[in-house]
């Protein structure tokens, strides 16, 4: 597991890639935390694009930087973003829906 951080103005994106599990999460985990931190966005976007499995982990690392956003801004929103459809599923279930804008995957040549 991997992850890109970019931030432009009050928004920091991160990139996951590879697979989200036990194991990985950790350091993505401190990756992410070390940029709001840092730079204290009022939008964070996680973006699922290249994950190519996910465990109950990937919940997980949502959830806990969504409140670690909020403990630096109340107002500051959260993105899911390039989910498959089985795992926006699982994130609605999981009710990540009540504190993230969730969008699934969408081709772009089509």
Sequence with gaps: MNVTIESSGS???AYLIGEIDHHTAADVRA???DAICDRK???L?????NVSFMDSSGIGLVMGRYRLLQSIT???TLEIKNVTPQAKKI???AGLGRIAIIKEYKNEEG
Excluded: K, N
């Design 11 to 13: 928004v920091v994106i």
């Design 31 to 33: 990756r992410i935390d």
């Design 41 to 43: 966005p009022t939008h």
């Design 45 to 49: 976007i996680i973006d699922f694009r």
């Design 74 to 76: 109340q107002t500051a």
């Design 91 to 93: 994130m609605e279930l």
